[in-house]
């Protein structure tokens, strides 16, 4: 009986060893058969996983003969099935080639900041995207302008430049607002005396995405780019309509009333923005002076696009118009004498592109824009009033192939100033011509090494001749990582019109004297690490930069008698950091981690010194919960670390907190912004002017003023 039992006990256990098999794939990259260690094999049948090992091979044990689906799949790479047959004969491994795939949301973001038009993940130079569901998330929390969406990135700090009328510009990398280049579409409109209220001036409901450029990058469109540069995409039209209103109001007494529509009629397109922002006085501190100014701006932006067999071209213009009083609430509110501050502006700009394809890779692109920017600021027993119209003009030749890219052209800049005579002081007029020639190259080498370089050179009528080269390089070690490393010239022509005059409102500076100035020159350079994956169901990525930037001849405001005037100062400055971003995902939670350090000192007559206004130190935290065209609820805090003061003082380090939340339908949805909810105020930490309320002083405004404000509001798309 025992040998019975023992006999079928053997046979038993003999079909069970017959019955478990191994499946062993070797899994490689289909461009070079290199291995692709952590690939993930998957059984969706039983339920059943494994990474491959550092060789690309991953081994599945105690498998029942049978036929198997298995799904392969890769970060970076399309997923592949295949149907393994077990036991395997031959009994090695099964080669498994996948072929590299960007992610979906990479593929729809092609770059124009660089005239190449490739694709973010495939350009050498490092750029950062605002664009598609972020954009929308950060028009919901300030729709009236694009401070908020600029200041919330990271090495992107806006520094307020006015205590009362809210006057605000964007520094980067720690750098004055006057370093970084604007453009819209491209076109070079908001520089000099236009410059100082643009970002307060532009919604962001028309645009498509918004390009960041860190570091000197002159070589691309020219002066100004010493910091680097925003360009801001509009919406073009597209096969399906779009007509879209939204409505805010805000705890301030805010509203925001916007309109787009886009669509194309056959061999016509056409787009039209509208908007209507308004604001009143608002004083949170109840020191009797605005934090929020009394404002009311219209802005209407008409464009046309024409599309032909060879020859396409659009053609549009832009108004903006606005009052905005910023000072005492009792003059605001009664009428009754105080403190004030006005400022009355008109802004009217047009486009023109002609675009015309010589042959399947070679195009000539033309561009035109003229900008009219009138601005009129008063202040008690003073006023002041100019006129800047601007000029752009760009011919360019493209001349694209799969391996390399060509871009030769030539472009005209016209700046004039005419000052509005109000006071016996000398006008700070000038009229600037620039006339530029350059090169680009983008050549992928191989699927390794992609280099892009550029060479511009440009002629300032009223000063010199600018060489301005440029190089970059991306290297893509694996799907996984990729390294960027780029370097560049800057310049700027010398103006009074930057963030210390506009502190003083342009009082008692004389004119740039042309024979004595010379202008800014910059060199910049930069490199970022990128690294992404996943670990099971949580993705992961990391990007970190490193950057420097010397500013030579940087211009300075001095002492002249009883006047003061911008001088090249005896030195230079320099800005040196670093920026990590980290993103985790994991089902419908984002996480978004972003640390700015941020090393910025002038070198001026020997001495080192801490550059004013400038956080060493700044966290970006943002935690996102989302259903799909359903629900948003965001969580975000921000930490500026001590600030260096003018007056030689340091601020206080603070913490800023706000929360939103998005219900979506198909064509509805409304949201609330609850910002500043920690009620972080400048105010707490003590006043923000000395002397009489009648007659201030203010000191730097380095931390909110405006304090806890809940907005919220719907859209409507159509």
């Known amino acids: 009986m025992r040998k019975a039992i023992f006999t079928i006990l053997l046979f038993f256990s003999f079909l069970a060893i017959r019955g478990q098999h191994t499946i062993r794939l070797s899994i490689r990259d289909s461009a070079n058969r290199s291995p692709l260690p952590g690939a993930t094999v998957a059984i969706p049948a ?10 690309g091979l991953a081994v599945l044990n105690d498998l029942a003969t049978g036929s198997y689906n298995v799904t392969v799949s890769f970060v970076g790479f399309q997923n592949k099935q295949i149907t393994v047959n077990v036991p395997q004969v031959p009994d090695e491994p099964l080669e498994v080639l996948l072929q590299e795939a960007e992610e979906e949301h990479e593929e729809e973001i092609v770059i124009e900041a660089t005239r190449t038009s490739r694709s973010i993940t495939n350009n050498p ?15 919901n929390m300030k729709p009236g302008d694009i401070r908020m969406l600029l200041n919330e990135s990271t090495g992107i700090q806006t520094q307020q430049t006015s205590a009362t009328s809210y ?3 964007i ?23 236009s410059g100082g209220l643009s970002i307060m001036q532009i919604a962001p409901l028309d645009l498509r995405q918004v390009e960041v450029i860190k570091g000197s990058s002159s070589t691309l469109y020219g002066g100004g780019a010493i910091a680097g540069l925003v360009n801001l995409v509009s919406k073009v039209p597209t096969e399906e309509r779009e007509l879209s ?11 925001d009333l916007s309109g787009f529509y886009s669509e194309k009629y056959g061999k016509l397109g056409l787009t039209l923005f509208g908007s209507r922002n308004s604001g009143s006085p608002y004083d949170p501190a109840d020191i009797g002076l605005t934090a929020i100014p009394k404002f009311e701006r219209y802005t209407i932006n008409p464009k046309l696009f024409l599309y032909g067999e060879k020859t396409t071209a659009n053609i549009g213009f832009s108004y903006i118009t606005e009052n905005r009083v910023g000072g005492s609430m009792d003059y605001i509110k009664e009428d009754v004498d105080g403190y004030y501050e006005k400022n009355y502006t ?9 675009t015309h394809r010589l042959t399947d ?3 000539l692109n033309f561009k035109n824009s003229y900008s009219r920017f009138d601005r009129e600021i008063l202040i008690p027993s003073y006023q002041f009033k100019g006129l800047q119209q601007s000029s752009f003009s760009e011919l360019t030749y493209t001349n694209r192939h799969e391996k390399m890219d060509w871009v030769v052209g030539a472009n005209l800049l016209t700046d004039d100033f005419a000052e509005s005579q109000q006071t016996t002081e000398p006008l700070l007029d000038y009229h600037y011509n620039t006339f530029g020639l350059f090169v680009q190259n983008e050549w992928s080498i191989s699927k390794f090494l992609t280099l892009e370089t550029g060479l511009r050179g440009d002629y300032v009528k009223e000063y010199c001749f ?65 690294y992404r994956t996943h670990f099971g169901d949580l993705g992961f990525s990391i990007n970190q930069l490193f950057f420097y930037t010397r500013l030579n001849r940087a211009l300075v405001l001095t002492s002249a008698g009883s006047a003061s005037e911008f001088v090249n100062a005896d030195g230079h400055m320099d800005t040196k950091g670093m920026e990590t971003n980290l993103r985790f995902t994991y089902g419908d939670f984002k996480l978004f981690v972003g640390y700015t350090y941020a090393d910025v000192n002038t070198y001026f007559e020997g001495n080192k010194e801490w550059f004013p206004l400038t956080a060493r130190h700044r966290l970006n935290n943002v935690l996102m919960f989302e259903k799909e065209e359903n629900l948003k609820i965001g969580l975000e805090a921000y930490y500026y670390s001590p600030q260096l003061l003018n007056d030689g003082t340091t601020g206080r380090s603070y913490w800023i907190m706000g929360l939103m939340g998005e219900k979506l339908w198909e064509k509805f949805s409304i949201f609330i912004n609850l910002e500043n909810f920690t009620d972080t105020r400048q105010t707490k930490f003590g006043s923000i002017y000395t002397g009489p309320i009648s007659n201030p002083t203010f000191t730097d405004i380095y931390a909110p003023l405006d304090g806890f404000v809940i907005n919220g509001g719907f859209k409507i798309r159509l």
Do not use: C, W
């Not at 006057?178 to 520089?191: E, S, W």
């Open 361 to 363: 890779h070679a195009a």
């Open 245 to 255: 209103f939204m409505a805010n109001a805000t705890t301030a007494a805010g509203l």
């Open 346 to 354: 008109d802004r009217f700009t047009t486009q023109l592109g002609i």
């Open 466 to 530: 600018e060489l301005l080269p440029r190089a970059s390089a991306m290297m893509r070690f694996s799907p996984l990582v990729t390294m960027r490393i780029g370097g560049g010239f800057g310049y700027k022509t010398p103006t009074v019109f930057n963030e210390e005059s506009e502190r003083i409102q342009f009082q008692n500076i004389l004119p740039i004297n042309t024979q004595k100035t010379e202008n800014e020159r910059s060199l910049g350079m930069n490199m970022d690490l990128n």
């Open 171 to 193: 520094r980067i990398q720690g750098l004055d607002g006057r370093y970084t280049l604007i453009l819209k579409d491209g076109y070079p409109l908001y520089a000099g005396f």
């Open 125 to 139: 130079t490092r750029i950062e995207v605002i664009n598609g569901e972020e954009l929308a998330e950060k028009g």
């Open 46 to 55: 039983l339920k059943r996983s494994i990474a491959a090992d550092s060789s």
């Open 167 to 169: 006057n605000s510009s």
